[in-house]
C-alpha cells in the first residue's frame, strides 16, 4: 500500500463548478496534511495546510480532515481555467529520526470553458 | 523576504561527472528537504536534513548520492559519476521543523546528462 494515495486523473469540470480532490493516507500516527499546487514545468506551491479534523476554508479553497478514515479532502469552488494544474497531496509521517514530508502522486486537474 | 534559493536553475552533465545542487531555505528555516521528480511523475523523497545532521535519507540511493547541510552555507545534494538516468527536476524544500511542519520549495535544478 503507499503511503499517499490519489487518483491521477485527469479530473475535468467545467468552469464555475466545484472540483474535489482526495487523497488517503496509510499513517495513523500521521498529524500534518497539505495540498500543493504545480503547474506544469514549475515547483509546488502550498496552497493549505490543515491539522484537525474537520473542515478548513481559505477564499475558494476548503480542506477536510478525517482521521478516523485517514481521508483528506480539497474543495475548489467557482472553478477557473487557471485552477488547471496538478494538486498534490502531503502527508507528513512520523518516522524514527523524525518526520518526513511524503507526496502523493498528484491528481491533474483540468478546468475547461 | 526571500524564499528558498536553489541553484544552478539548470545544470547539463556529461555522463561520469559530479553535479553539486545547491540549496538555500528561507530564513528562519533550519530544515531541508530534497525530492526528485522525473517528467510526468510525482515527487520522490530523497532526504530530510537539519542543520549538521541527516534526519532521514531513507530515499536516497545508496552509491553516488550524498547530501549535507552545514551549520554555514546552503544545503548541497552531490551527485557523483552521473548517469543518463539521473536527468531529472531536483527540488528543495525548507521549514522551521520543530512542531511547524509548513514545507516552502525552491524554483528546483533541471539536471540533464549527456
Known amino acids: 500500500q503507499k503511503e499517499v494515495e490519489q487518483n491521477s486523473g485527469p479530473l475535468s469540470v467545467p468552469e464555475g463548478a466545484i472540483a474535489s480532490l482526495n487523497c488517503t493516507y496509510s499513517?495513523?500516527?500521521?498529524?500534518?496534511f497539505f495540498w500543493y499546487r504545480q503547474y506544469s514545468g514549475k515547483s509546488p506551491e502550498l496552497i493549505m495546510s490543515?491539522?484537525?479534523?474537520g473542515d478548513k476554508e481559505d477564499g475558494r479553497f476548503t480542506a477536510q480532515l478525517n482521521k478516523a478514515s485517514q481521508y483528506v479532502s480539497l474543495l475548489i469552488r467557482d472553478s477557473q481555467p487557471s485552477d488547471s494544474a496538478t494538486y498534490l497531496c502531503?502527508?507528513?509521517?512520523?518516522?524514527?529520526?523524525?518526520?518526513?514530508?511524503?507526496f502523493g502522486t498528484g491528481t491533474q486537474l483540468k478546468v475547461e470553458l | 523576504n526571500a524564499g528558498v534559493m536553489q541553484n544552478p536553475r539548470h545544470l547539463v552533465r556529461r555522463r561520469g561527472q559530479e553535479a553539486r545542487l545547491r540549496c538555500s531555505p528561507m530564513?528562519?528555516?533550519?530544515?531541508v528537504y530534497w525530492y526528485r521528480q522525473l517528467p510526468e511523475e510525482g515527487l520522490k523523497f530523497m532526504v530530510y536534513?537539519?542543520?549538521?545532521?541527516?534526519?532521514?535519507e531513507s530515499g536516497m540511493p545508496k552509491e553516488r548520492f550524498s547530501a549535507e547541510f552545514p551549520k554555514e552555507g546552503p544545503s548541497i545534494l552531490r551527485i557523483q559519476q552521473v548517469v543518463r538516468g539521473d536527468s531529472a527536476a531536483y527540488f528543495c524544500?525548507?521549514?522551521?521543523?520543530?512542531?511547524?511542519?509548513?514545507?516552502?520549495f525552491g524554483q528546483g535544478t533541471r539536471l540533464t546528462v549527456v
Open positions: 536534513l537539519q542543520k549538521e545532521n541527516i534526519i532521514d
Open positions: 502531503a502527508v507528513n509521517l512520523v518516522t524514527g529520526g523524525g518526520n518526513k514530508l511524503t
Open positions: 499513517d495513523r500516527v500521521s498529524q500534518s
Open positions: 524544500a525548507s521549514s522551521r521543523g520543530e512542531g511547524d511542519t509548513e514545507a516552502f
Open positions: 530564513k528562519g528555516h533550519s530544515h
Open positions: 490543515i491539522y484537525s479534523n
